[in-house]
């Protein structure tokens, strides 16, 4: 992997020339209109006459994550007329998209992680891989973290390039930059920096090893063990008892991607959406019969922490959780995952 160092003034200007190029996101410094066209939810475009050092860059995980780059909220995916003398009436078309390449910047280890997991079930995905494809994410490593940090936890790390296309990590005169990916290679091509010193580049390397994730192997004995024996623990029903189905979990999750598709027509012009849904709601799992097999709350309390913690990882491998604690940070009841996480490994042991 290549390896090159920049100074702080050096990094602004590199910012200031993909912005030339690319239209360049940075974590929003406060709450943007919905209408802007230059929004994203949490994100910022990044300003011409900005100085690019100077968006918020906060510790532990931005605000909102970057899964709204991928999962557009909302995302059209088909257009159409139902004007009567049109000759297209009824007629489906994807939409014009756009290929412009845009750059993410401030993107924390856990949410570049985030990308590659939500890759696994959509891998053939369209809309998901045309607007990946299109997006290169532009790292920096974690110098301090929160309290509901627990990335490590989860197998990650704060020093993390895993995801990224370029991962930048402080030094105590300037910035490393690792370049991760071909779009990494592309973005640093044309700029004359210099390679990263040896020194640098071992001491980043000694204090990943420092850092390690011990508690990751404990986690792991959750793979092998049965979940499924706990599925009517009473566990499940006082968590129930305390969610109020705000959702507020799943949309502000890196890696919940739960959808709905809809059909809007105004004056005769329609378009199918998708956009964000939670398996909170009760509406989710509602079937046109009127059967809803997760009608009560401890059902769905139980399937979100299941599907993390065991559905995803039996059919992809990994769990469904990069330890970002923005749940724990935003749940107005106070339910932590890593808590229900220290409950199952117990009662697993017991069982």
């Not at 940075?26 to 939810?41: G, L, N, T």
């Not at 909302?74 to 756009?98: F, W």
């Not at 370029?166 to 991760?180: H, K, M, P, Q, Y």
């Not at 004995?221 to 024996?229: A, I």
């Amino acid at each position: 992997m290549k390896v090159l160092k920049i100074s702080p003034a050096g990094l602004d200007a590199m910012i200031e020339e993909w912005n030339k190029v690319h239209v360049v996101y940075v974590p929003a410094m406060e709450k943007q209109a919905a209408a802007s066209p230059d929004w994203a939810p949490g994100w910022c475009r990044l300003d011409s006459s900005s100085i690019a050092l100077t968006f918020p860059l906060p510790i532990g995980p931005t605000p909102a994550s970057v899964k709204t780059f991928f999962f557009p909220q909302p995302e059209t995916l088909l257009t159409y007329t139902l004007e009567n003398n049109h000759p297209d009436k009824g007629l489906m078309r994807e939409p014009e998209r756009s290929r412009d390449m845009q750059v993410v910047l401030g993107v924390r280890p856990c949410d570049a992680r985030s990308v590659l997991l939500n890759n696994l079930p959509y891998q053939e995905d369209q809309f998901f891989q045309a607007n990946r494809q299109r997006t290169a994410l532009v790292g920096f490593s974690c110098d301090q973290t929160l309290s509901t940090c627990f990335c490590t936890r989860m197998g990650g790390s704060p020093l993390d390039s895993e995801g990224l296309d370029l991962a930048l990590s402080r030094t105590e005169d300037g910035f490393l930059i690792e370049v991760c990916s071909e779009k990494g290679e592309a973005l640093v091509a044309d700029l004359e920096l210099a390679p990263a010193p040896e020194s640098d580049i071992s001491a980043l390397a000694a204090r990943r090893n420092a850092g390690g994730n011990p508690s990751a192997t404990e986690l792991d004995s959750l793979k092998g063990s049965e979940l499924g024996t706990l599925y009517d623990a009473p566990l499940w029903q006082s968590l129930g008892e305390a969610c109020i189905n705000c959702g507020a979990c799943t949309f502000i999750c890196p890696t919940c991607y739960c959808f709905d598709i809809q059909d809007e027509v105004v004056r005769g012009q329609g378009r199918r959406i998708r956009y964000w849904d939670s398996c909170m709601f009760p509406l989710y799992s509602l079937h046109t019969s009127g059967h809803n097999p997760r009608g009560q709350k401890v059902q769905r309390t139980r399937n979100r922490f299941l599907h993390k913690l065991k559905y995803f990882p039996d059919r992809f491998g990994p769990f469904s959780c990069v330890g970002c604690g923005r749940c724990v940070q935003d749940c107005p009841v106070n339910i932590d995952i890593r808590e229900v996480m220290d409950d199952l490994i117990h009662l697993t042991a017991v069982e």
